[in-house]
């Protein structure tokens, strides 16, 4: 099967979304595209703390309430993946910030985010972030 292409335009209006969640003051801790290799579907993956405080439900309802100031976006709800930072893909997306501070963000192969997954398009952090243990 031929790997599903992402969208320059998907891509933008993930940056679209996520800017305006955190105008909003939503916490997005880590944002990724990631290809599932077994549906070969991308899906847009957003950590946020919104979702450890206060729940999921609560958290994916303000989340698609702050979504319809941006009505004309492609991106379908059903694309979203709002997720709590305490999930192994919050995890390692955000060591993957921590050994990467400086990358070039974009487009990887990354197995080892989710064992079906089979490439990710990784959004930079508003924050780069620093080591455990490193001086500020």
Do not use: C
């Not at 916490?27 to 957003?46: M, N, P, Q």
């Not at 009505?71 to 993957?96: G, S």
Request: charged residues 25%; proline residues 5%.
């Amino acid at each position: 099967m031929a790997e599903a292409i992402l969208l320059k335009d998907q891509i933008v209006e993930g940056y679209q979304l996520i800017d305006l969640l955190r105008t909003h003051g939503v916490d997005v801790s880590a944002a990724a595209w990631v290809l599932d290799g077994e549906t070969e579907r991308w899906s847009l993956y957003i950590a946020s703390k919104l979702a450890d405080g206060s729940g999921w439900r609560n958290a994916q309802d303000k989340m698609r309430e702050i979504r319809r100031d941006l009505p004309d976006l492609y991106i379908d709800n059903f694309d979203i993946r709002l997720e709590a930072t305490t999930q192994e893909i919050t995890k390692q997306l955000l060591d993957y910030y921590v050994r990467r501070p400086m990358a070039n963000y974009g487009k990887y192969k990354l197995p080892s985010i989710r064992i079906n997954a089979k490439t990710a398009y990784i959004y930079p952090p508003a924050v780069v972030p620093t080591p455990a243990g490193a001086a500020n």
